[in-house]
């Protein structure tokens, strides 16, 4: 045979594969779509998304283009042919980058074929009758066919195939046999085993090592999905996870420990001037003042101005994501606040969707009598603006002063009382503003109902179940989710399954404190990088040594003591948290990413690099940022790349790429430190 040139790995050219790619599901699609920008500014036109076409979503989120390299332009030819429709084109979000999307419908004619061979090269079955389970495989052998047809076109440079998830998994294994020349990486953003198994009622986290689990996966019907993900983690070059964590949890339930960690980041856009975020802060925080005083019309005796906001949002998994503990401790913490007479009221949030039939006709109500509220006082207004300014024109020198007397017309008079007496109530502000499917088998309603948290005047602790995410165009509470956070005041992820979790890191880039656990990936994260995270509004409940019940009071005591700070206290704080969104912006994150490329082209290319000896990618290297700047003796200069892993990325003489894409975290100049006069907890 004759000798072929090696690829070249230093001008690769580099494939994600999920099935969130211009389609929204849940967290890798942020993933995709946050991280775009620096991967588009690495890799440029190298750089194409593979995903199954939504034609839906795929109608708004990507313009169609015609391919222009060559091998792109021969591959999807290939597969038009044989009947495969595909979608090539430009994702219409920052980065823009290339995506080509097949649409699985048109290959179900393979399905059969396919599942026959899925069993007799990689060993694992297919049972009938599971849709998403069928729709992995068609997806993965095509993606499998384009790869094979890819590299036959373009001999010359290296591809990187990166997969996201078991639903992208199938084509790994499929790569493997048939040699396709690719080196793959599989990200793998929770397990399947884990995520059942911490749904029901077992202690996962000591019993990782010991669960038997094809048994475990068996016993869930999950068993041909398990297979898929397991023969995915293995047959990769390279495999990973996003938090330690999860590789942890990969390594005992998957059986191969990951080769790095990839953390997320987020598409960080910095303001100019702190004040910029607190005014929003402020300006959301008016809009949910509106709801709240619909919502609790009637019972409106707590004072906007001592109220805080906390939440918790996320996917409806009722254990996996704490909202059993975050109801106990409210309960606790309405508790605590009431028997220590406190002058504050929270207002706790849930968002989470859930199945529900329409908007309750009470929480329409609210918003209504409000509004008509609202428009009465603003006639009467005009209307006694108009008189005083008359009697004021009438006046003559010697005369008494215009009087207040009657300014209110006995009309006016009458139309208030009667949105007055609309505002009467008898009944407690409702938890729910959704009819639910289920009303009486909700877990949420149901630990509510337990812990009794019922909306009473005499409560401190008021609760709003908002079962369905927020749009600004839903007419009880119309407000986008980022305005949302905005608002509030602390998000409450008190998570027990969390691989990584968005959620906190989306409120620590808008400047809010929350609290998250050390069983999700972000507390984990923040944890070991920060000496003393709650100077930076970042609060982490120890949900692995504690037993619950410590872990629902550690929580009742950080919701607590956050009732006590002061204004002054709170904005100090929230200045510091947007202080720390640098640590999560992708520029820093991608490092992980290179890294993870530059070992999958390692192993499948050693001839290409001059040092056979694999780097330590991935190593830690342990530097914590220290408490605030404002605190005594702190340092100012420390900075470094504070990654999980050290930077040896190899890639920093390929064109294109400098180590300048990638920022090296600084801390952030503390502003005049007169601005932070107070001691951060009280
Ligand atoms: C921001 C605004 C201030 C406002 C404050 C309220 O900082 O710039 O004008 O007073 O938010 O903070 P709070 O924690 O009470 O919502
Ligand atoms: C997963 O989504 P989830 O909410 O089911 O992937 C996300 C992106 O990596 C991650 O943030 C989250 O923790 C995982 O659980």
Redesign the pocket.
């Known amino acids: 045979m004759a000798d072929t040139p090696p690829r070249d790995v230093t001008n690769h050219i580099l494939f994600e594969i999920a099935t969130e790619v211009a389609n929204r599901v849940g967290g890798i699609y942020s993933v995709l779509k946050s991280k775009a920008q620096v991967t588009t500014a690495e890799y440029g036109s190298s750089y194409t998304l593979l995903g199954p076409l939504n034609r839906s979503s795929a109608a708004v989120e990507v313009e169609e283009l015609t391919p222009k390299d060559n091998a792109m332009v021969e591959t999807i030819k290939s597969m038009n042919e044989r009947g495969i429709k595909t979608l090539y084109g430009r994702w219409l979000i920052d980065g823009a980058p290339r995506v080509l999307l097949f649409d699985t419908s048109t290959a179900y004619g393979y399905l059969d074929e396919w599942k026959g061979d899925l069993w007799s090269t990689a060993g694992i079955p297919s049972p009938p009758g599971d849709a998403e389970t069928n729709e992995a495989i068609v997806f993965g052998y095509l993606i499998a066919w384009f790869l094979g047809e890819y590299v036959f076109h373009e001999k010359r440079r290296a591809v990187v195939a990166q997969f996201h998830e078991w639903l992208a998994g199938v084509a790994l294994p499929l790569c493997k046999k048939r040699r396709i020349d690719v080196t793959t990486i599989f990200t793998t953003h929770a397990t399947l085993l884990g995520r059942y198994l911490c749904a029901g009622s077992v202690d996962f986290y000591n019993n990782l090592q010991y669960f038997d689990v094809d048994a475990e996966a068996g016993k869930r019907g999950i068993y041909h999905r398990y297979c898929i993900e397991r023969g995915a983690a293995h047959s990769a070059d390279v495999f990973t996870t996003v938090s330690h964590i999860t590789a942890y949890e990969s390594e005992h339930l998957l059986k191969r420990k990951p080769d790095g960690v990839l953390p997320n980041g987020l598409n960080v856009k910095k303001f100019s001037a702190t ?1 910029e975020f ?2 929003l ?2 300006q959301a ?1 008016a809009k949910i003042n509106d709801f709240v005083r619909g919502h609790f019309y009637g019972h409106n005796d707590f004072d906007p ?1 001592n109220t ?1 906001y906390y939440f918790t949002a996320g996917r409806y998994e009722y254990r996996n994501k704490g909202v059993d503990m975050f109801i106990e401790s409210l309960a606790r913490l309405n508790h605590r606040m009431k028997s220590s007479g406190s002058t504050m009221t929270v207002v706790a949030f849930i968002i989470m969707p859930a199945q529900t039939q329409s908007l309750t006709v009470e929480a329409l109500k609210g918003q209504a009598v409000i509004k008509s509220l609202h428009d009465t006082i603003k006639i009467i207004e005009q209307n006694v603006g108009k008189k005083l300014f008359e009697r004021s024109i009438a006046w003559h020198e010697g005369q008494e002063l215009p009087e207040d007397k009657d300014l209110i017309s006995p009309a006016d008079k009458i139309m208030l009382r009667r949105r007055l007496f609309a505002m009467k109530r008898h009944n407690l502000p409702p938890i729910v503003t959704h009819n639910m499917v289920n009303d009486a088998d909700d877990p949420v309603l149901n630990q509510i109902r337990r812990c009794q948290l019922f909306n009473h005047p005499s409560d401190r602790v008021k609760v709003v179940f908002h079962p369905e995410f927020l749009n600004s165009s839903n007419p009880v509470l119309p407000m986008d989710y980022d305005d949302f956070v905005r608002g509030t ?1 602390l998000g409450v992820f008190s998570s027990y399954y969390e691989p990584w979790g968005y959620t906190p890191a989306e409120c620590t880039v808008m400047g809010v404190p929350s609290i998250t656990t050390n069983l999700s990936g972000f507390g984990c994260y923040m944890e070991e990088l920060i000496e003393n995270a709650q100077d930076y509004g970042i609060y982490i409940v120890d949900r692995r040594m504690k037993g619950v019940d410590d872990s629902v009071n550690q929580l009742t005591d950080y919701m607590f003591d956050f009732t006590k700070k002061s ?1 002054r206290q ?2 100090n704080q ?1 200045n510091r948290t947007e202080r720390l969104s640098d640590l999560l912006d992708w520029k820093r994150m991608g490092m992980e990413y290179v890294k993870a490329r530059q070992l999958a082209l390692r192993r499948a290319y050693p001839n290409a690099f001059e040092d056979d000896i694999e780097p330590d990618f991935f190593g830690s290297q342990d530097i914590k940022i220290s408490r605030p700047l404002s605190e005594p003796g702190s340092p100012r200069d420390r900075s470094g790349m504070m990654t999980p892993g050290d930077f040896a990325s190899l890639q920093e003489g390929r064109e294109g790429l400098s180590t300048e894409d990638y920022i090296a975290w600084k801390l952030p100049e503390e502003e005049d430190a007169d601005d932070y006069p107070f001691p951060l907890t009280l």
């Open positions: 004040h607190q005014n802060h402020q925080k101005e805080l005041h204004k709170r904005i929230r």
